[in-house]
Each structure stands twice: as C-alpha cells, then as structure tokens.
C-alpha cells in the first residue's frame, strides 16, 4: 500500500487514541468531585432520565476501547492481507485505501459521541443533542461518500467473471450482508434494553426500566415494542430465502436477483431504524423516502428483466 496513505490513515489514528485517552483522562480527573450516583443515561430533551453509581461513567470508554481495539485489528489485516476481491491494476490499492479512510471515519464519529457524553456525565450537564445531531449528519455523509467510492472502485477494477459465477458471488454477498446486519441489530437490541428507562416512575424506584421513548409520536412506551422490528426482519428474511431458494431450482434468474436486493435493503433500513429507535430518535421522512426509492427500483429493475428473459425465449 501506498506510504503516503498508511501515514495519513496512522496520523488519524493516533488522533482517535488521543481522543479516547483524553475522554478517560477528563472523567478521573472528574471523578473525585462527583457524587456516588450520577446522571448516566440522557432523555429525548438531553436531560438525564437514569441515576445510577458513577462507576457506569465509565461505559463509553469501554465501548470506545473495544471499538478501537477491533478496529486496529482490521487495520493490521487490510493493508497485509487479501481483502477477498479479485480486482485489475491500482484497484484493489485503490479500495484498501477508500476502506481504511472509512473505518477511520467511523472511529472518529464514534469517539467524538462518546467525547459529548463524557463532557456530560463529567459535567453533570445536558447532552447538546443539537450539536451532536449535525455531527453525525457530516461524519454519516463522509462514510456513505467513502463506500459509494468503494463500491465504483470495485466496479471499475474488477475482473471480469463469468456469469454464473458473478451471480453466484452477488447471491452469497446478499446473504451474508442482509444476517449480519441482522444480528448486529438483535445484539445491539440486547446490550441497549436493560438502559432505556422512561417515566417519572424511575426516580422512584431505580429498578424501574420499562419505557422507552418513541421520537415519531413523542411518547413513552414499553419498551418491548422495540423487538417488533426484530422479528418482523428475521421473518421478512426468512420468507424471502425461501422464495430465493424456489426461484433457485427453477432458474427463474430475475426472482432470485429482486430477492438479493430485497434481503441487502432489508436489511440494512430494519438496521438503521433499530438503532435509532434505540437511540431515541426521531425516524425522519428522507430516510423513509430512500429507502422506498431503493425498493422502487428493485422492483422495476425486476419488470424489466423479466421482460428481457422473455423476449430471450
């Protein structure tokens, strides 16, 4: 790889560690100062809604070593091994680079959220969700720019493959991609629900965790409502390999394509709905607007090959 590539990806690395060793730093030099229960959890306004020991400030830096930690894990293996696709020339150069610049990014957000929290907890004071928002928006354009270079990269500099093959490749991508994110939805589910109290009720009793706050219609509801989505995937998932494993036998090339797309789509908008009901916020309209594009043109795309297979016949 690229020596000019290696050091800006070391640099912002290196910045990501100063980051989270000054996030570590700023709450023990915070600690001494603070009470034995503390304000850990924040609400829909910012405000703390969980009172807990203050031995729980320390969960973002936990969160944001073992992040760092798997990640620094991907950056020894993607400059040194093969990353698995076959590509022409510079290209395969060309896409660890674009990788590396990505993950870098992602860590970066990462760091950066927790680096608000921790000025909170440390602070006791409200989370600036405003401000974090607009964060997220750039980093979150900075890393949908870095994969759609990714994916044009792959495009360009890809060996050509025989069709059969090239199928068979997108058909087990599809697979992989859609239960991934699938289970990384359920396990994100899992450590998040045990930290999503709700009502006045929690002051009371601070065994109390039973709502969650739902952005869209501005309430507190139960939060067991959030394992619907869950379920509804892994159903959605499941019934559409079977239909691709029909389509399969059958030959029926346009069915197995439209439910390839349909299983990546899938699985990623349930993704990025469960994190953001888990995070307690607001599902805006152009995410849902995307997405019902993206099924649009799977469905089209779907007609027209339909059409193609029969006018081969």
Not at 74 to 86: M, R, S, V, Y
Not at 143 to 148: D, E, K, P
């Amino acid at each position: 790889m690229d020596k000019k590539v290696l050091t800006f990806h070391r640099i912002l690395f290196a910045a990501n560690i100063l980051i989270w060793l000054g996030c570590v730093l700023f709450y023990l030099m915070k600690w001494s100062s603070l009470p034995a229960e503390i304000g850990i959890h924040f609400g829909a306004n910012g405000d703390f809604d969980v009172i807990a020991s203050k031995v729980y400030g320390f969960y973002p830096h936990i969160i944001g070593g073992l992040i760092t930690v798997g990640l620094a894990v991907a950056f020894h293996i993607i400059p040194n091994k093969g990353i698995g696709l076959k590509m022409k020339g510079r290209g395969e150069a060309i896409f660890r680079a674009e990788l590396l610049f990505t993950l870098d990014v992602l860590h970066t957000m990462c760091l950066v959220i927790f680096a608000f929290w921790t000025r909170s907890v440390s602070l006791q004071v409200a989370l600036p969700l405003h401000s974090i928002g607009n964060v997220i928006s750039v980093f979150l354009l900075i890393i949908a720019v870095g994969i759609a270079a990714q994916i044009v990269t792959y495009i360009v500099f890809r060996e050509k493959k025989k069709g059969t093959e090239q199928a068979a490749l997108a058909h087990r991508l599809s697979r992989l991609i859609a239960w991934l994110v699938t289970f990384g939805g359920i396990w994100m589910l899992i450590e998040v629900l045990p930290r999503l109290p709700g009502d006045e009720k929690l002051y009371y009793d601070p065994d109390y965790y039973g709502l969650a706050y739902f952005a869209n219609i501005d309430k507190y509801l139960d939060k067991r409502y959030l394992i619907i989505p869950h379920i509804i995937i892994v159903l959605l998932l499941v019934v559409l390999e079977i239909i691709s494993v029909k389509a399969t036998r059958a030959k029926k090339k346009p069915l197995i394509m439209l439910t390839d797309d349909l299983k990546v789509f899938s699985g990623l908008f349930f993704f990025f709905t469960n994190m953001t009901l888990c995070s307690e916020l607001r599902i805006k309209p152009a995410f849902l607007g995307f997405f019902a594009a993206l099924y649009t043109i799977s469905f089209v795309l779907f007609i027209v090959r339909c059409k193609r297979e029969k006018e081969q016949k």
